[in-house]
């Protein structure tokens, strides 16, 4: 892949480390940084408007939103994690390329987000089990997690970190951030303008249960 062209999604589904590469050698990597950012906001703004299609599609548009702050609202928090636990495992990265590296990863969550959100679209339209929803939309969301390894494996490899064990652990730091967050902005299966239930503060677990009617 040519230094002078930003690498396109086949080129982030295949080979994630060698965008790494790209990053780490292109002085002016912020065209890269925009389009991995890019393509987590619009996945995760599909999940989103597929979760939100349960109840009517202002609340999908309106999830779409919430799904896309989500995802930048735990990235900022969490980078200052990903920067002492990429250093901590090798990587001589700037914070600035490593934030590359972060969007690799979020970038990478997205496009299966994306892939998988027309599966949950079908059913949020074609159910009215609350609960079936919320576990399926949780089920996939930690398959796309799942696959986001491979981006960790693929900076180890490459030399860019000498292990993938603080890498592996940012990425469980940033789905807890991220599930704190949802239960923050809920609810996201409800008319606009329903009550926050439970109401005041409230752990994603225990949101989880409610939910689910646990």
């Known amino acids: 892949m040519s230094n002078e062209t930003t690498p396109g999604l086949g080129e982030l589904l295949r080979a994630p480390g060698d965008i790494m590469g790209f990053a780490e050698g292109q002085a002016r990597y912020w065209r890269l940084a925009?389009?991995?950012?890019?393509?987590?906001?619009?996945?995760?703004a599909l999940f989103g408007f597929a979760i939100g299609s349960f109840v009517d599609l202002k609340v999908a548009a309106l999830d779409a939103a919430k799904m896309?702050?989500?995802?930048?609202?735990?990235?900022?928090?969490?980078?200052p994690t990903l920067y002492v636990f990429a250093t901590i495992s090798g990587s001589k990265l700037s914070a600035a390329r490593l934030a590359v590296l972060g969007l690799v990863c979020t970038a990478t969550l997205g496009s299966l987000l994306a892939a998988l959100a027309p599966i949950l679209w079908l059913f949020s339209v074609s159910t009215e089990n609350v609960a079936f929803i919320v576990v399926l939309?949780?089920?996939?969301?930690?398959?796309?997690?799942?696959?986001?390894?491979?981006?960790?494996?693929a900076a180890a490899e490459k030399g860019i970190v000498a292990n993938r064990a603080g890498l592996n652990m940012w990425l469980v730091v940033f789905a807890v951030v991220a599930l704190q967050t949802v239960t923050l902005v809920r609810p996201m299966l409800a008319p606009?303008?329903?009550?926050?239930?439970?109401?005041?503060?409230?752990?994603?677990?225990?949101?989880?249960?409610?939910?689910?009617?646990l």
């Not at 986001?148 to 494996?153: G, L, N, Q, S, Y």
């Not at 606009?192 to 009617?213: A, D, N, Q, W, Y």
């Open 34 to 44: 925009a389009f991995l950012a890019l393509v987590t906001a619009v996945g995760c």
């Open 68 to 79: 896309v702050g989500i995802a930048a609202f735990a990235f900022v928090l969490c980078f």
């Open 137 to 153: 939309s949780c089920l996939l969301a930690a398959l796309s997690l799942v696959f986001v390894v491979r981006p960790v494996t």
């Open 192 to 213: 606009i303008g329903t009550p926050r239930t439970p109401e005041g503060k409230c752990f994603f677990l225990m949101h989880f249960g409610e939910s689910v009617g």
